[in-house]
């Protein structure tokens, strides 16, 4: 890493983290891209309409109470018979779209968000596992993923899902909904983390220091997380970054196919996935707006996925 | 996309060739899957209409929905009304082979009030069936039954020996986690075979050649089924053309369904009463935040819950005008409404009514809905929570698609539900079977009255009037009779009747076909171009 190899830059100061943050590759790389910069700032948009959601929203939709039948399928404002407190309209129920929109899209980042961080965990875990002890274990992690690689992602999160559901038969789906979903993209996406950490640990593991480490009689443990980790997580987060978008469709997919989110907690996906049913009716709105806000979430999140890919690899600076 | 363009190619010159070809394949979309083939297990329209084809019972009912013979060539009634005699027909065969005789009719009515059976109303519990010869059966009851064979043209006849040979002598249970033979494979004496059935993906239904019936009204080979659950698909599936018919048409499409040229949508009113039914026999309620007492047994709850419900809402949102609000449990159309209205919708009366009863602050409670069943049902469950929502009662909504959900509510599966939404249109096409069938009380030793009663409401008056509906000759005084009984259950809050909905069957011009007012899409009608 560049950043943590850079000598000082002055004998006499020590920079802080902020001042090497400032005079980093990774921010000057960010600054020379537009494209880059305007993903970043939609990325961070949404992000904060998500997280403020409840303060942001006009109404709140997933209280059955506040949502009026009467209301149902109004086209947005600006369209004939669209109303001012409708900017994008309402759904088959009478939810506001702009606010189901909004909080869709935080049940969509927390359910994605979490999921990577659970795919990456495990990932991570088993590669770090299978590099550095190598043998048999190697072999019995590697081949697993190797059998998981075969099947679609999606698939996978379809099959826990339906085993998850059926140990939790009695539990109310609006419940179990995001757990579920959670663990079902995180299991689903795990491979990818750990065949990288475990190529980058397999190099590592034979270099200098991890053999003075060893000769120390430092716990593997230890040199696991403490000396290898930190020098195979670079392309960890460019696959964190990408699969973030992944992992927002996946959920967007299964809540799609009336296997996620219920009706009554639409996230980005279940709100595509009711428009869907009025589509020949000429209610294009309802399916539209959230689809479009899924369309930019993703694509603005792989733009600062594929910039980080470029900044942090050494060959192509 | 060039092996695309071939075998599009390749399709368009094989339909050519086969268009010289009279008989013709004809397909089928519903919104729900046909999961079992038990003819015993699942007592629902869609799935009895379907085991129509490859099945038959001693009666069918024709297109105007009037009895007619069809296994049994006539029946007598003795003159006390206590012995029945079917004369059955002669040179029938099951579709491996073997004749059908007095056997497989005396098998089957021993099957279908054996547990696990959803059908166990068919038959009185009492009645005796003995063989008199291998065409010609008795039925001796223990009390007159005017209406014994009026739901005979679904009770279907299953082969003895098939039965046997295939360890399938007891019925499929609804809530069975595996399927038996019988769930899986066919053996009637119905106008179609079952040609391959993959449960809630296909199932192909081929001509059985030698159907005794010699008046077959279709030109049909093949009849290809698959469940489309997702509306705009099943519309686009029919628009291209890939299915030519579909049931039903979402109703927020009829009007684009109806443009598109190709394709027409036939409507009329269904004979089906949706509503609302509340657990009101368990002591403390399976999905609740009550504990230690059952909120549905008092009448006030129930009343709250009826006024919390704005119908006309539902009616002009969700079913877009294609309903007619309902004050009882059966359509119009076969009993009178005259004399009854509709509670009023009215969140504050609710509101007060629970705080009377007990629960100023509402209470929780999972409530189980269908989503691929009746028209909009899951829309309209979701309506019904916000609608509750604002009276203060906290709704957990399970809708699931029929096949998880019936397992669930029925008989078979415990009644193991607490509010629930169903649509029901009696077998009978009278009052006696709504007021038996979900008025009666349930779980009475020796009787099959309220199976389908699902919340478990009870009234002994009830009960004792429907006996004598049951067995009254006078109109004027039977229709008084079912008034008066009818008036208890309104009067008590039983159930929440919500509407009748409209039937919408979406057809390919190319595709002549009668609409029975049941809902029954019964494709040997059918002709095709």
């Known amino acids: ?317 | 996309m060039s092996f695309k363009t071939n075998c599009l190619a390749a399709v368009a010159a094989l339909a050519l060739m086969c268009g010289a070809a009279q008989a013709q394949t004809l397909r089928y979309a519903n919104q729900g899957e046909l999961k079992s083939l038990d003819p015993y297990t699942v007592n629902e329209t869609t799935t009895n209409a379907h085991l129509g084809h490859p099945y038959e019972g001693l009666t069918a009912r024709g297109k105007d929905l009037k009895i007619e013979p069809a296994l049994a060539e006539k029946w007598e009634v003795s003159d006390d009304g206590l012995k029945w005699r079917f004369f059955l027909r002669k040179g029938v065969k099951f579709h491996n082979g073997e004749d059908f005789t007095a056997d497989d009719v005396i098998f089957s009515a021993e099957r279908v009030r054996a547990p696990g059976s959803n059908f166990t109303t068919r038959i009185p519990t009492d009645a005796k069936f003995t063989k008199v010869d291998d065409y010609t059966i008795d039925v001796t009851l223990s009390s007159p039954n005017p209406i014994l064979n009026a739901q005979w043209d679904t009770w279907y006849i299953m082969s003895k020996k098939w039965a046997e040979a295939n360890n399938a002598v007891a019925p499929t249970p609804a809530a069975a986690t595996t399927p038996s033979h019988a769930s899986l494979n066919a053996n009637g004496t119905g106008p179609f075979k079952i040609e391959s059935h993959q449960p809630g993906v296909k199932t192909v239904f081929k001509v059985n050649e030698n159907w005794w019936n010699k008046k077959v009204e279709h030109n049909l080979k093949e009849i290809v089924f698959t469940p489309i659950a997702s509306d705009a698909t099943r519309v686009a599936a029919l628009l291209s053309g890939e299915v030519d018919v579909i049931e039903p048409v979402p109703i927020q499409d009829i009007q684009r369904v109806n443009s598109a040229g190709n394709v027409q949508v036939m409507t009329g009113p269904e004979l089906r009463t949706i509503f609302l039914g509340m657990d009101q026999t368990r002591d403390e309620l399976l999905e609740s935040n009550v504990k230690g007492k059952n909120p549905f047994k008092d009448p006030k709850v129930r009343q709250a819950f009826y006024q919390a419900i704005d119908i006309e809402t539902i009616k002009s949102r969700v079913m877009r005008g294609l309903s007619t609000p309902s004050p009882l449990m059966i359509a119009p159309e076969l009993f009178p409404h005259a004399g009854f209205t509709r509670a009023k919708f009215d969140t504050e009366a609710s509101k007060k009514l629970l705080a009377e009863a007990g629960y100023p602050n509402g209470f929780e409670v999972g409530m189980d809905c269908p989503n691929d069943r009746y028209v909009n049902d899951g829309q309209i469950c979701q309506a019904v929570v916000g609608m509750l929502a604002r009276a203060g009662i906290k709704v957990n909504l399970n809708a699931q698609p029929k096949g998880q959900y019936f397992a669930k509510v029925l008989k078979s599966g415990g009644y193991k539900t607490s509010f629930y939404l169903l649509g029901w249109t009696p077998g009978t096409f009278d009052s006696h079977n709504v007021l038996n069938d979900i008025l009666g009380c349930r779980d009475v030793a020796g009787s099959s009255r309220g199976e389908s009663n699902l919340g478990g409401y009870c009234n002994k008056k009830v009960d004792a009037l429907t006996d004598k509906i049951l067995v009254e000759p006078d109109t004027a005084k039977r229709d008084a009779m079912i008034k008066e009984a009818f008036k208890i259950t309104v009067d008590e809050f039983s159930y929440i009747p919500l509407h009748q909905q409209a039937l919408a069957w979406g057809v390919s011009k190319k595709v002549k076909l009668t609409q029975r007012a049941d809902n029954s899409v019964l494709l040997y009608y059918a002709t095709k171009e």
């Not at chain 1, 757990?179 to 980058?200: D, E, K, M, N, P």
């Open chain 1, 1 to 317: 890493m560049s950043m943590t190899t850079r000598p000082p830059a002055s004998p006499e100061k020590i920079p802080t983290r902020w001042e090497r943050f400032l005079d980093s590759d990774i921010l000057a790389s960010f600054l020379r891209s537009k494209v880059t910069m305007v993903a970043a700032f939609v990325v961070l948009l949404l992000f904060i309409g998500a997280a403020f959601s409840p303060w942001i929203a006009p109404t709140n939709p997933f209280d059955p109470a506040s949502v009026f039948l009467a209301d149902a399928n109004i086209p947005p404002a600006w369209q004939q018979g669209g109303e001012a407190r409708f900017i994008f309209g309402t759904d088959d129920q009478g939810r506001d779209l702009y606010s189901a929109i909004l909080y869709g899209l935080r049940v969509s980042l927390v359910v994605g968000g979490l999921g990577v961080i659970l795919a990456a965990s495990i990932g991570i875990t088993l590669g770090l596992l299978a590099g550095y002890l190598g043998g048999r274990v190697d072999s019995l992690i590697m081949r697993i993923a190797d059998v998981q690689l075969t099947f679609p992602a999606i698939l996978i999160a379809l099959l826990i899902d339906g085993v998850v559901r059926g140990i939790f038969k009695s539990a109310s789906r609006e419940d179990t909904a995001i757990y579920v979903l959670v663990i079902s993209i995180g299991l689903s996406f795990w491979v990818q983390y750990a065949r990288t950490v475990r190529g980058s640990t397999l190099v590592e593991r034979n270099k200098d220091y991890v053999q003075a480490a060893r000769l120390v009689g430092l716990p593997a443990p230890l040199i696991m997380l403490r000396h290898v980790l930190p020098n195979v997580i670079g392309p960890v987060l460019v696959i964190l970054t990408i699969n973030l978008a992944l992992a927002v469709i996946t959920e967007a997919t299964l809540s799609f196919l009336g296997v996620g989110l219920p009706p009554t907690q639409p996230s980005l996906g279940t709100l595509i996935s009711i428009g869907n049913r009025y589509l020949f009716s000429g209610d294009w709105w309802i399916v539209a707006f959230p689809g479009v806000t899924l369309a930019i979430l993703v694509l603005a999140v792989n733009l600062l996925g594929d910039w980080l890919r470029d900044a942090l690899n050494p060959r192509l600076r």
